[in-house]
């Protein structure tokens, strides 16, 4: 698993290539829950979301000459556009495959960055297979969204911030996909703040990483469309990091519906004036639906992608139907 040492050393690599994020009291919050509530304002990311910080670490750790080759990774958006940025920042050349889930917000914003847009199939593993064909045929070399040692150290940086900003943190919720970030939050924290809670979460709909540690092992699962798009697709049936580690690490994983996740973008908009997307709001979702069993404080949330399609956005705010059929 990845040591406190590697998210150390990967804060040193990508300081100056990413923002610090703030970590911020929210009053709103933390009456609703009677203890204190830090907001993780990671959506602040030059790329909108926390995943330029692995990405970033696992582009520097390459050499020159794999660099050269160009690098490739399935992406359900997000790393897809922190990947094409980093890569275009050091001079090398991002190939992103995406399923026709992805939001065309998302896509339209990989492309922006240079990067060679695959759109392939209807699931994040028919992406991975175009990765895998590109890889063997073609020499790019894979970074993956979440289960790499690099891109798990870079998201661990989080950790480390939260800890500084609340030294006697004792709760931490970290939206949770494939467990990249969940994964090294919680090994920093855990490094750190032994006793802190860190629990994972994540929409009831195709939630891999839950039915996955549910089952033992990485299980394939159905997806389907979700406000929280950005926490789809499956974690691996060959996952070497994420799962053994939020397996041994994370306390918890609460699932939140469609409506619940709405409720999360909405208070966001409302009461603290953050847009969040549906995986970054939650957090904030799971605590105004009161689904944290034992909450003990102080709390940190990770807010940790604010890449929503404004139009969806407004229908939500404005407590409309939203696009993937549920009632918001």
């Known amino acids: 698993m990845i040591g406190l040492n590697d998210i150390q050393d990967a804060r040193s690599r990508i300081v100056g290539h990413i923002i610090s994020t703030p970590l911020v009291c929210s009053p709103a919050l933390s009456d ?22 692995g990405a970033t670490n696992a582009i520097l750790e390459l050499s020159e000459a794999e660099r050269a080759r160009g690098v490739v ?71 993956p969204a979440f289960d790499h040692p690099a891109i798990v150290a870079g998201q661990g940086t989080i950790g480390l911030e939260i800890v500084e900003a609340m030294p006697d943190v004792t709760t931490v919720l970290v939206p949770l996909s494939g467990g990249g970030l969940a994964a090294g939050v919680a090994a920093a924290v855990k490094a750190l703040r032994p006793n802190a809670k860190v629990i994972g979460l994540t929409m009831e709909r195709g939630a891999a990483m839950k039915a ?46 469609e409506r619940e996740i709405a409720a999360g973008i909405r ?53 409309m139907s939203n696009s993937v059929g549920q009632e918001t």
Not at 298 to 317: E, K, Y
């Open 267 to 319: 208070h966001a908009y409302a009461r603290e004036r953050e847009i969040l997307e549906g995986a970054g709001a939650v957090g904030i979702a799971a605590l105004i639906a009161n689904k944290i069993a034992v909450l003990r404080g102080p709390v940190a949330l990770v807010l940790s992608g604010r890449n929503i399609d404004m139009d969806m956005h407004r229908r939500i705010v404005n407590g």
């Open 212 to 257: 996955s540690l549910d089952a033992g092992g990485p299980v394939l699962v159905e997806e389907f469309p979700s406000l929280a798009d950005s926490l789809g697709g499956g974690i691996g049936l060959d996952n070497k990091v994420t799962f053994a580690t939020c397996r041994a690490l994370l306390d918890d994983v609460v699932l939140l519906s």
């Open 73 to 143: 990774a399935a992406s359900t958006g997000n790393h897809g556009r922190a990947l094409s940025h980093a890569a275009r920042a050091v001079g090398s050349r991002a190939t992103i495959c995406m399923s026709r889930l992805v939001p065309e917000n998302k896509v339209s914003e990989v492309r922006r960055l240079g990067a060679d847009v695959r759109i392939i199939g209807n699931s994040q593993d028919d992406a991975q297979e175009e990765v895998e064909r590109l890889v063997a045929e073609n020499g790019l070399v894979m970074l």
């Open 32 to 53: 609703i829950c009677g203890v204190a509530v830090g907001l993780k304002l990671e959506h602040y990311q030059t790329t909108g979301s926390f995943k330029l910080r």
